[in-house]
Nanobody
Framework: QVDLVESGGGLVQPGGSLRLSCAAS????????MGWYRQAPGKQRELVAR???????NYADSVKGRFTISRDNAKKTVYLEMNSLKPADTAVYYC???????????WGKGTLVTVSS
């Protein structure tokens, strides 16, 4: 079992920055992929970014060049640095761990990011 706790959400003006953190408890395997998804009101949950234990990352096209995902394996923590935020980035952001062995997804409860003036 993996429990995920997100932090760092809040209200920010357009063009501003936020840093999200997600701390995992339980065992995180080297093969687990950690990432962030988001869900805006009335929309489906979508991938924002994900990263392997060796730092290989991929991003949604909508956030490339603005968001950076990183991972501290020793702390079992994944971060999302968000810059040049836009109102369209407003959503609940969910931390995710995907375990390929068994095809299991673990989810945090989410943290709200609101981009508004």
């Amino acid at each position: 079992q993996v429990d995920l706790v997100e932090s760092g959400g809040g209200l920010v003006q357009p063009g501003g920055s936020l840093r999200l953190s997600c701390a995992a408890s339980g065992i995180i395997f080297n093969t687990d992929v950690m990432g962030w998804y988001r869900q805006a009101p009335g929309k489906q949950r979508e991938l924002v970014a994900r990263v392997t234990n060796v730092g290989m990352a991929n991003y949604a096209d909508s956030v490339k060049g603005r968001f950076t995902i990183s991972r501290d394996n020793a702390k079992k923590t994944v971060y999302l640095e968000m810059n040049s935020l836009k109102p369209a980035d407003t959503a609940v952001y969910y931390c995710n761990v995907y375990r390929s062995y068994g095809g299991i997804d673990y989810w945090g409860k989410g943290t709200l990011v609101t981009v508004s003036s």
